[in-house]
Each structure stands twice: as structure tokens, then as C-alpha cells.
């Protein structure tokens, strides 16, 4: 057996035969010819043209993603758009051209010298240099082979029980992958923060990325253990170790669990499609804490039908049956579009019309037929344990209407003698006017659930996918941790309950710090629902009351991390 060293991605453990994924491979450019033979119009002609196929392949794999893994994890591919449109970047290549470099030669030298400043840099940002390449292959293979969704070659032919073996993975070829087929993922390169991470995660796949040069010895069809734990990457295991796999991963418990001192916390799942339903309850989801609706309106040339809507909901109820399923209504606009919905072209889409904003204003039409199908499903077997939630909430005028669309619809439905009821209502509190306004919503609503990845970026103004204030970008800074508190604490004085669907929830190092700030649901992605319950079932409620106590009061970032026990200040 030889053991390699790398960084854990995935919390989970596999083993199956090595492919080696060499996309490079063929994408080979052609000699470089002389200045004086190139035809610089033509040339940039053919780059205009690979830009727009690669921006086309890229919202296609963005669509495709966010079916797969969700639209948050999706978010990626919009990075990727502004990449392929980067000023500067657009400039340099012309500029090339236009001193007789041919368009192919002129892409690749001018990302590769972007890839190298980025790779130069620490931490997230040397992570962003994959998503250059995943641009740059989409551009190239427009123009050599003519089809920009070539990129990343046949990733996802690998046969049953593959463990993917690579110098890196781009997010496209990652999103590719199929987790029934790829027992593992190593590469030589990348790190836990590199969206091909974050996506593999989402799949369940277990991984082990940054290896290093050590990986080139592997050869193609060895056996490899794939150890995403403790991130370690076994070749040639012998049979007592291949028994082992697995062992190191806490438990799958069905059961709900609850803290040492008996405080009950309710542990879901987000997902994305109804292909997720299965795989969140093999990894014992109490429920489904966020269902994205987005899915059912991607990668489609017309909004679904009410019937689709209604199918969809009622077979995650039946999935779950007794057990609370949260689905949030259509969450477009900002890092979501729909090609077919006419979305407004804005300035700063983050901060324009977006979630429950287009819902009451110029997509009304979809957001009742939406609600006219979650009340139908409230009406099923299984639907007493629906909950329906409204996105990018702001004021208290948003969530009135909302109640107010509802008993239109629910009279509609019952003047048509259609059988319906109505859910239980909630808000998600992603912004500082929704977390300010806390008791207000509470008041008017059965629940509030908590998007700490929008919560951060809206309280310290960093966009989550700018990576040059991704230091601004912690949920726990003081000011996220004490906006959580007041939303709590609002909730808690309206008899309202509290859930966390973003990101901060699937972390077991935050899990006592969230119990003790009074959250009674955390919602993540399944691969993480194990390791959130085993330590849930160690948490002492009322030590976690005064952790939270201490973070509360905390003035700078160094001091929460400290308090929760993680070193360091990054």
C-alpha cells in the first residue's frame, strides 16, 4: 500500500478503480504561424463568436447544475460570465489579435498569465484560478473544435466504481459527474474552498484534492481508497483497509436527536430536485429544511405547469411523510436568472428586483400558480407538515400581500371545489431590514428560517462571489452572529420557530454555537446531516446558551472564532 496526503473535501470515504481525466489533452493548439499570415479581423471576428458560444455553454451548465446540486452552488457559473467579460481581460486578448497573434494562441497566453497572478495569491483566492480555466477551455474549444460545451471532454463516460484521478477538476467537469458512478475524486491541485469542491460535496462525493506531483504515480486502473475525511488517498489498499471504509464517518441516524440536556433540534436537508429526496433520507434528514423550487424553471423553454409544481412538492411530502418539508418559493433575480421570464437587465442585480420583489410585481401570474399548487399539496395525505417560505424579504408590506395573495388563492381554489389547506407561512431572513424587522414578520408568520450566506453578504456589504472581500465574508463576524441573536430572540418572543438553511448550518464546528444563539432547525446539504447530528447529540444546551452569550459579545471576528475554538482569523 502507498499512502498520499491531501486535503479533505468531502466527509466521506470510497473506494474504485483510478481514470485519469487529462482534458488538456485536447485542447492542443496548432503551431504558431508567422504575424504577417495572420488576418487580424478574421481572427477577431472568430473571438466575438467563441465568447458568445462560451457564454451560452456556461448559462447551460449553469442551468444544468443548478437542477443537479442547486441553485446557490450553481452561482458559480454567473462568475464565470463575468470572467469571460472582465474589461481588461477582453482588452488584452484584442489587443494581441490585433498585433497578428492568432485568437487562439491570444486566449491562451493572456488567461494564462491571469492564472498565474491568481495562483500567486493565498487561501480562496489562488481557488478562483480553476474557474480562469474552466472560461478559458469553454473559449478554446469554441475555436478549435467549434463547440464551447466540448470543455472538460467525456468526464461523465467514467464507468461504475471510478475514482477520478486529475491534476484538477473545473466546476463544469465536477457538475458532470455522476455520484452513482464516481466512487471518489483526487486531484493534484485545488483546495476545500475551490467551487469543484463546494460542488462535489453537494454530490456526495467523497474527495481528497492538493495532493501534490505525488499523484502522477498513480497509475491508471489501480485500486484507491479515497478517504475525504481525514484526507488521505490510499493506492493499492489491502483488504483488511478496504474493509474500513466508511468507518471513520459518524453514523447515519433516522431518528431525530436531540442535546445532552434533552433540547430537541431538527436536522434537514436542502435540496435541489426530487432526485435529492432518496439520498437526503438515506443520510437520516429529519425533513426537508429548504426545497428550491428554481430547479423546475431551469434548463426549460416555458414556466411549469401548476401540475408539475403540485407533483414535485407532494412527492418530497411523500418522501418525508410526517416530517416537515419547507419549500421556498421561486427564488430568481440577483445570481439566478430565467432566459424565458424577462428578468429586468440591472446594474447591481443583487440589490434590485429579485425574489418575493418580482413575485408581487411582474411575475404575479407564476407566483400564484405557484401557491395555488403548494395549497393543493397542503391538502394531501402527508401535506399537514408543508411549509412554504418567501424569499429576500424586506418589509413587513411584502409579507401582508403574500397573506393576502394566499386567501385569494385559497378562496380560487375554493370556488373551483378543489381540495387545498393552508401551509404553515415563513420568511427567510437573508437581509438586515428582514433580521431588523424580526418581531414584526415573527408576529404575522409560523416561522422564520435564516439564508446565512445572503445574511453575510448583505450585513458586511461583500459579495460572496468577489473574492477580493472575501475576508469581509464570515458569518462569523460579530455583527452576522448578533443579527442571528436578534432574529432569534424576536422569534422566540412571538412563539415563532427558527431554522438556518445557509452554508453556517452544515458546519458540526458551528453547531453549538447555533443551538446556544436558539436555532431549532438546521437545514444542509445531506452529505453533512451525519456529522451535524452526532454533534448535536453532544451538545449541553445550556453550556451552548452561554457560548452564544460570549460570541454576542464579542468585537471582532478573531474573538467568535476563538470563543467557538477555530484558530487562526481566516
Not at 477551455?137 to 466540448?150: F, I, K, M, Q
Not at 460542488?199 to 474527495?207: G, M, T
Not at 434528514?285 to 428554481?294: C, H, M, P, Q, W
Not at 419549500?327 to 445570481?335: E, Y
Request: charged share 25%; glycine share 8%; proline share 6%.
Amino acid at each position: 500500500m502507498n499512502t498520499l496526503t491531501g486535503v479533505g473535501s468531502t466527509p466521506l470515504s470510497g473506494v474504485g478503480t483510478a481514470r485519469w481525466y487529462r482534458p488538456d489533452a485536447d485542447l492542443t493548439l496548432p503551431d504558431r504561424p508567422d504575424p504577417s499570415a495572420v488576418d487580424p479581423a478574421a481572427e477577431q471576428t472568430e473571438f466575438a463568436a467563441a465568447r458568445d458560444d462560451a457564454r451560452e455553454a456556461i448559462r447551460r451548465a449553469r442551468d444544468r447544475a443548478a437542477a443537479r446540486v442547486g441553485a446557490d452552488e450553481a452561482a458559480v457559473f454567473e462568475a464565470h460570465e463575468q470572467f469571460l467579460d472582465d474589461p481588461g481581460l477582453v482588452a488584452d486578448i484584442e489587443a494581441a489579435i490585433a498585433d497578428g497573434t492568432p485568437a487562439a494562441h491570444a486566449v491562451h497566453d493572456r488567461f494564462a498569465d491571469a492564472i498565474d497572478r491568481f495562483e500567486a495569491m493565498e487561501g480562496p483566492m489562488a481557488d478562483r484560478a480553476d474557474d480562469l480555466r474552466d472560461v478559458r477551455d469553454r473559449v478554446l474549444s469554441a475555436l478549435l473544435e467549434g463547440d464551447a460545451d466540448a470543455a472538460g471532454g467525456s468526464v461523465a463516460a467514467f464507468p461504475d466504481g471510478t475514482v477520478v484521478v486529475a491534476e484538477r477538476l473545473t466546476p463544469s467537469d465536477t457538475a458532470e459527474l455522476d455520484p452513482d458512478a464516481v466512487a471518489g475524486i483526487v486531484t493534484a491541485a485545488g483546495g476545500r474552498t475551490a467551487h469543484a469542491a463546494i460542488i462535489a460535496r453537494s454530490l456526495s462525493i467523497p474527495a481528497v484534492v492538493g495532493v501534490g506531483d505525488e499523484l502522477d504515480d498513480v497509475p491508471d486502473g489501480a485500486t484507491v481508497l479515497v478517504d475525504g475525511e481525514a484526507g488521505r488517498v490510499v493506492v493499492d489498499p489491502d483488504e483488511e483497509r478496504r474493509a474500513t471504509v466508511g468507518d471513520d464517518e459518524p453514523p447515519v441516524v433516522s431518528a431525530p436527536v436531540s442535546t445532552t440536556d434533552g433540547r430537541p433540534i431538527e436536522v434537514a436537508a436542502n435540496v435541489g430536485s426530487e432526485a435529492e429526496l432518496d439520498p437526503a433520507r438515506a443520510r437520516g434528514a429529519d425533513g426537508i429544511g429548504l426545497f428550491r423550487t428554481e430547479f423546475l424553471f431551469l434548463d426549460r423553454d416555458a414556466p411549469p405547469s401548476e401540475d408539475e409544481q403540485y407533483a414535485a412538492v407532494t412527492a418530497a411530502l411523500e418522501a418525508f411523510p410526517g416530517e416537515r418539508v419547507v419549500v421556498r418559493t421561486l427564488d430568481i433575480g440577483g445570481d439566478k436568472p430565467v432566459s424565458y421570464l424577462d428578468l429586468p437587465t440591472e446594474p447591481n442585480p443583487f440589490l434590485g428586483t429579485r425574489g418575493i420583489r418580482l413575485s408581487l410585481s411582474t411575475h404575479a401570474d407564476p407566483f400564484e400558480t405557484q401557491l395555488r399548487a403548494m395549497l393543493r399539496a397542503a391538502a394531501h395525505e402527508h401535506g399537514d407538515s408543508l411549509a412554504v417560505m418567501i424569499p429576500m424579504v424586506t418589509r413587513v408590506e411584502e409579507v401582508e400581500a403574500v397573506l393576502e395573495t394566499v386567501d385569494a388563492v385559497a378562496a380560487d381554489l375554493e370556488a373551483e371545489g378543489v381540495a387545498h389547506a393552508v401551509p404553515a407561512l415563513g420568511a427567510m431572513i437573508e437581509t438586515p431590514a428582514a433580521a431588523a424587522m424580526a418581531d414584526a414578520l415573527a408576529a404575522r408568520l409560523d416561522f422564520l428560517s435564516i439564508g446565512t450566506n445572503d445574511l453575510t453578504q448583505y450585513v458586511m456589504a461583500a459579495d460572496r462571489e468577489n473574492d477580493a472581500v472575501a475576508g469581509y465574508h464570515d458569518p462569523l463576524h460579530p455583527a452576522v452572529v448578533r443579527t442571528i441573536d436578534r432574529t432569534t430572540t424576536a422569534a422566540a418572543d412571538a412563539d415563532a420557530w427558527v431554522g438556518v438553511c445557509g452554508e453556517m448550518a452544515g458546519d458540526p464546528a458551528l453547531t453549538e454555537l447555533l443551538v446556544g444563539l436558539g436555532v431549532d432547525e438546521l437545514s444542509m446539504s445531506a452529505v453533512t446531516v451525519p456529522s451535524v447530528k452526532a454533534r448535536v447529540r453532544d451538545v449541553d444546551a445550556a453550556a451552548a446558551t452561554r457560548l452564544a452569550a460570549e460570541a454576542v459579545a464579542c468585537e471582532t471576528r478573531a474573538d467568535v472564532r476563538a470563543a467557538v475554538g477555530l484558530d487562526g482569523d481566516d
